[in-house]
């Protein structure tokens, strides 16, 4: 699984057998969740950031916080200060945990209830995918990345789901972390894609103070 990229043959997979979750509409009035208008950091990334600086956890190297149940990415530079936040799409089922030996596995032996963003701490590092491109590992082993916005299937909608204004649609992926390709370029590419960095990956079923114990603890 982790030689491939999933974009490319993400049409291939879920196919007619899997139900296509619906582009969540807005209220008229409502603000965009776009890269122009992101979203901020919540309250347990704010606990989680001051958790990070006051244990000094990052070493000193960029870092991102991945926020799932808002969808949000928020990346911050070596000095712990933000420098930009985006929506994202995640694993198309909720879960804080990956299948164990998932990124052996070919894609499209993956069910969708495997179809996971694991939380936890990782230490990130480049990678390139078959078609040459960079990206952004979270985890090898489990073959989940961080990459540009690519579309797949035009069923998915995967451009409007990263658009809308509420993070109920943006759970499309098999694990993977999609982002805007502008905000890709602009702030991952030079932290993230040079060297290693740190993704907090928030939890969305455990609880936050279990999943990173030993930096809340007091």
Same mark, same amino acid.
């Given at each position: 699984?982790?030689?491939?990229?999933?974009?490319?043959?993400?049409?291939?997979?879920?196919?007619?057998?899997?139900?296509?979750?619906?582009?969540?509409?807005?209220?008229?009035?409502?603000?965009?969740?776009?890269?122009?208008?992101?979203?901020?950091?919540?309250?347990?990334?704010?606990?989680l950031h001051a958790a990070i600086m006051r244990t000094r956890d990052h070493q000193g190297?960029?870092? @991102? %916080?991945?926020?799932? $149940?808002?969808?949000?990415? !928020? #990346?911050?530079?070596?000095?712990?200060?933000? *420098? &930009? +936040?985006?929506?994202?799409?995640?694993?198309?089922?909720?879960?804080?945990?990956?299948?164990?030996?998932?990124?052996?596995?070919?894609?499209?032996?993956?069910?969708?209830?495997?179809?996971?963003?694991?939380?936890?701490?990782?230490?990130?590092?480049?990678?390139?995918?078959?078609?040459?491109?960079?990206?952004?590992?979270?985890?090898?082993?489990? @073959? %989940?990345?961080?990459? $540009?916005?690519?579309?797949? !299937? #035009?069923?998915?909608?995967?451009?409007?789901? *990263? &658009? +809308?204004?509420?993070p109920d649609d943006n759970r499309i992926t098999h694990g993977c972390v999609n982002v805007?390709?502008?905000?890709?370029?602009?702030?991952?590419a030079p932290l993230f894609g040079r060297q290693h960095a740190l993704v907090y990956v928030?939890?969305?079923?455990?609880?936050?103070?279990?999943?990173?114990?030993?930096?809340?603890?007091?």
């Amino acid at each position: 699984m982790r030689t491939w990229w999933e974009p490319v043959f993400g049409a291939l997979l879920l196919g007619s057998l899997v139900v296509t979750p619906p582009v969540v509409a807005a209220p008229p009035g409502t603000p965009s969740r776009s890269a122009e208008q992101p979203p901020a950091p919540g309250a347990e990334v704010r606990a989680l950031h001051a958790a990070i600086m006051r244990t000094r956890d990052h070493q000193g190297l960029a870092f @991102a %916080v991945i926020d799932k $149940r808002a969808a949000a990415l !928020h #990346v911050y530079n070596a000095e712990g200060h933000l *420098l &930009a +936040s985006t929506a994202v799409l995640l694993g198309l089922s909720r879960g804080d945990d990956s299948v164990p030996g998932i990124g052996d596995r070919a894609l499209g032996d993956i069910q969708p209830h495997e179809r996971t963003t694991p939380a936890g701490r990782f230490v990130s590092e480049p990678g390139v995918n078959l078609q040459g491109e960079d990206i952004v590992w979270i985890d090898y082993t489990a @073959a %989940v990345s961080i990459h $540009r916005l690519r579309p797949v !299937h #035009v069923s998915q909608r995967r451009a409007q789901r *990263l &658009a +809308s204004p509420t993070p109920d649609d943006n759970r499309i992926t098999h694990g993977c972390v999609n982002v805007p390709q502008a905000f890709y370029e602009r702030h991952l590419a030079p932290l993230f894609g040079r060297q290693h960095a740190l993704v907090y990956v928030l939890p969305e079923q455990r609880p936050l103070a279990e999943v990173f114990a030993q930096l809340l603890q007091p």
